[in-house]
């Protein structure tokens, strides 16, 4: 039984980048830096179960559209009801890897990620896969677009810094969350 959950916990960490879900501290934090007041596309990566989905659903208005992005269809179920009990809010699950969401130049006006992007820099091609991730993310969003991210330790921050050509708009830390997140503000 131990062993099982900690076995759990140890795939947790290495594939998705986390422990448990983020907190609802977390998801306020990110989500409440978005403007809803106007029509908005917005793209989420790295949905998983859809603590920050659910919060985008509730909060965006009808001519909006967000994009759901999760490699894993596991997170299906998740995600489909979520949909399903929002059936006015226009709502897309993507199946795939972001990188083949990030094609259309000036598109998002909001992209929100949990990627684990400190678990990409341990891949075998270095840091080009997340050199590619951080310039997809620029290439697709609007001018004035926003770029939200949360990491538990600040590791990649200069590669994000790096990619815009400036240094973050804001950077917030939000101690009620396991672990304790840092949440990027990134403006194009
Ligand atoms: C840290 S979890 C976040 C889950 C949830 N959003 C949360 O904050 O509780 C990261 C998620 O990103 C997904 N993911 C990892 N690499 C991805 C990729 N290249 N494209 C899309 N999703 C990816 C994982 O499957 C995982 O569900």
Redesign the pocket.
């Known amino acids: 039984m131990a062993i099982n959950f900690y076995k759990k916990i140890r795939r947790?960490i290495n594939?998705?980048?986390?422990i448990?879900?983020?907190s609802g501290f977390?998801?306020s934090n990110m989500v409440g830096k978005i403007d809803f007041g106007q029509p908005l596309r917005i793209l989420?990566?790295?949905?998983?179960?859809?603590?920050?989905?659910k919060e985008l659903i509730r909060r965006m208005s009808t001519d909006s559209t967000l994009d759901v992005?999760?490699?894993?269809s596991e997170?299906n179920p998740w995600i489909e009801r979520l949909m399903k009990s929002n059936p006015s809010k226009k709502v897309k699950l993507h199946n795939?890897?972001?990188?083949e969401l990030l094609t259309t130049a000036n598109y998002y006006d909001v992209i929100i990620s949990?990627?684990?992007l400190k678990?990409?820099t341990r891949m075998n091609d270095q840091n080009a896969f997340l050199y590619r991730?951080i310039e997809g993310f620029k290439f697709a969003l609007s001018d004035g677009g926003i770029y939200l991210q949360?990491q538990y330790f600040k590791s990649n921050k200069s590669d994000i810094e790096a990619v815009f050509g400036k240094e973050m708009d804001k950077v917030d830390f939000v101690p009620l969350n396991i672990l304790p997140a840092f949440v990027y503000s990134m403006t194009k």
């Open positions: 947790n594939e998705d980048g986390l448990v879900g983020s977390l998801v989420e990566i790295g949905s998983g179960k859809g603590p920050f989905t992005c999760e490699i894993k997170y795939s890897c972001v990188t949990s990627l684990p678990n990409f991730v949360y």
